[in-house]
């Protein structure tokens, strides 16, 4: 069967086979692609909250909660008083996270050599600027609609 030519279903056809790779490298860890995607995104920062996070990973926030209360529960991130509003929670990643986190992010990329096996060196670099450029366009639209 010959590769389709649309761009959005080729984008999704590679997103869903790098998350299902990600998934089974995530396994030994017991971390599956969105709550890596959380981790991530909470070892770079000194603290964010829920909305931020869900904006950040483009899920919906009641998402958000059960995955930090996943991630609570087994002491790699907690909620904390936001210093600059205290109506809000900050949320950070733990020691333990940050260890895993670490362990984890190998696993990751193992898998994403797994999926790109087919690309260069160069190609991959290509591959990433030219996504990072749609995340950061997305992210300048998304900023401007608020």
Same mark, same amino acid.
Do not use: W
């Given at each position: 069967?010959?590769?389709?030519?649309?761009?959005?279903? %080729?984008?999704?056809?590679?997103?869903?086979?790098?998350?299902?790779?990600?998934?089974?490298?995530?396994?030994?860890?017991?971390?599956?692609?969105?709550?890596?995607?959380?981790?991530?995104? %909470?070892?770079?920062?000194?603290?964010?909250?829920?909305?931020?996070?869900?904006?950040?990973?483009?899920?919906?926030?009641?998402?958000?909660?059960?995955?930090?209360?996943?991630?609570?529960?087994?002491?790699?991130?907690?909620?904390?008083?936001?210093?600059?509003?205290?109506?809000?929670?900050?949320?950070?990643?733990?020691?333990?996270?940050?260890?895993?986190?670490?362990?984890?992010?190998?696993?990751?990329?193992?898998?994403?050599?797994?999926?790109?096996?087919?690309?260069?060196?160069?190609?991959?670099?290509?591959?990433?600027?030219?996504?990072?450029?749609?995340?950061?366009?997305?992210?300048?639209? %998304?900023?401007?609609?608020?």
């Amino acid at each position: 069967m010959r590769a389709p030519e649309n761009i959005g279903l %080729l984008l999704s056809l590679a997103s869903a086979r790098g998350v299902a790779s990600a998934n089974v490298a995530l396994g030994p860890v017991e971390l599956n692609s969105r709550s890596y995607s959380l981790l991530e995104q %909470l070892a770079g920062t000194d603290g964010v909250s829920q909305r931020e996070l869900a904006d950040a990973i483009r899920l919906d926030p009641s998402q958000i909660v059960a995955m930090i209360d996943g991630l609570e529960r087994r002491g790699l991130a907690e909620r904390r008083p936001n210093p600059a509003d205290r109506r809000q929670k900050s949320v950070v990643i733990t020691g333990p996270g940050r260890t895993l986190f670490h362990r984890a992010r190998a696993l990751v990329e193992s898998s994403v050599d797994e999926v790109l096996a087919g690309l260069d060196d160069l190609e991959r670099e290509t591959l990433r600027g030219l996504l990072q450029r749609i995340v950061r366009h997305d992210a300048a639209r %998304l900023e401007h609609a608020s």
